[in-house]
C-alpha cells in the first residue's frame, strides 16, 4: 500500500488500516462495503493549508467516522445483511520524512502515481483501500470521503456529492443512494464522470497525477478512485461540505450516516 503509507509516513503517529465485519446475511451472499477516508488531521503536509481554519481538520476523519456510524446503527438493529467497514486512518503532517510534491509512489495495484500536491491526501489513502476491497467480492463499495473543497463551492453545505460511472449497475446503485438520501432527509447529487476528465489526470512520469488540470476538481478526484474500481459497482460520496458545520455551530453533523443507515435497510 505505497500510496498509502506515503501519506502516514510524515506523522509519528502510525497508521491504522482497519476492517469491520457485519455478518447478518446468509455466508454465500456478497457483502456491500463502505470505505472511508480517516485522515485524522490534515495539515497539507508539505503543501501546507493556510492556518485559518486549520482546527477544522480534524473532521477529515469525517468519511471513517460515517463508516463508525453506519456499523453502529446496523449492529443495534441486527440487520440482516453482510457488510464490510474499511477505515484507511492516519494524519498528513509536515516532516523530514513527508512526502514532497514530484514524488512518485506506487499503489497497492500497481498503478504510480505523480503527488503533485500533498494536499491532495484523502484519494492517496483511499485508492490503496478501494483495491483492497476487490478481496471481498463485493456486491457493491460505496466509499465516503471529506474530499474536495469545490464540491463546497458545488453544492454548499446542504447536499452531498454522489459519483458513479455511467452504466446500468451503477445507475441502479446511485438511485439506491439518491432515494435513501431522500428518505432519510440526508440527500445527495449525482454529478458526471467520464474518460474526458479522466484524460485531465495525465502526467508525464506516472500512470495518474494526484491532481488533475483546472476545472472540475470534484470530478477529476472521483475519477482519480475510479480509476481502482473496475472489479466490481462502486459509488463515491464527497462530504466535504456536509459532514460537519462551522462558526458558532461548529462540530460533526453526522451525516451521513442517515443515508447510509437507510440505503442498507432498503436492501434487505
Not at 30 to 50: E, Y
Not at 94 to 102: I, L, Q, V, Y
Request: proline share 4%.
Amino acid at each position: 500500500m505505497g500510496s498509502f503509507l506515503s501519506v502516514a509516513k510524515g506523522s509519528d503517529e502510525a497508521p491504522k488500516f482497519i476492517v469491520l465485519k457485519h455478518n447478518g446475511g446468509k455466508s454465500k451472499d456478497a457483502p456491500v462495503v463502505l470505505v472511508g477516508k480517516g485522515i485524522t488531521f490534515d495539515t497539507g503536509g508539505i503543501s501546507l493549508k493556510p492556518g485559518p481554519g486549520m482546527d477544522e481538520m480534524k473532521y477529515d476523519m469525517c468519511g471513517a467516522g460515517s463508516v463508525l456510524g453506519t456499523f453502529r446503527a446496523i449492529g443495534e438493529m441486527g440487520l440482516k445483511l453482510n457488510v464490510v467497514g474499511i477505515v484507511a486512518a492516519c494524519e498528513n503532517m509536515p516532516s523530514g520524512r513527508a512526502s514532497k510534491p514530484g514524488d512518485i509512489v506506487t499503489a497497492m495495484n500497481g498503478t504510480t502515481i505523480e503527488i503533485l500536491n500533498t494536499d491532495a491526501e484523502g484519494r492517496l489513502i483511499l485508492c490503496d483501500a478501494l483495491t483492497y476491497a476487490e478481496r471481498f467480492k463485493p456486491a457493491a463499495v460505496v466509499d465516503i470521503a471529506t474530499l474536495t473543497g469545490a464540491c463546497i463551492v458545488a453544492l454548499g453545505h446542504h447536499t452531498s456529492g454522489l459519483f458513479t460511472r455511467d452504466d446500468a449497475a451503477h445507475d441502479g446503485l446511485a438511485n439506491e443512494l439518491l432515494d435513501a438520501g431522500k428518505q432519510a432527509g440526508d440527500v445527495a447529487w449525482r454529478f458526471p464522470l467520464g474518460e474526458i476528465y479522466n484524460d485531465q489526470l495525465k502526467s508525464n512520469f506516472a500512470d495518474l497525477a494526484n491532481i488533475g488540470t483546472p476545472g472540475a476538481a470534484s470530478i477529476t478526484a472521483a475519477c482519480f478512485l475510479e480509476n481502482f474500481t473496475r472489479k466490481y459497482t462502486w459509488a463515491h460520496l464527497d462530504i466535504a461540505g456536509t459532514a460537519w458545520k462551522s462558526g458558532a455551530n461548529k462540530g460533526a453533523t453526522g451525516r451521513p450516516v442517515p443515508l447510509l443507515t437507510t440505503f442498507l435497510m432498503n436492501r434487505v
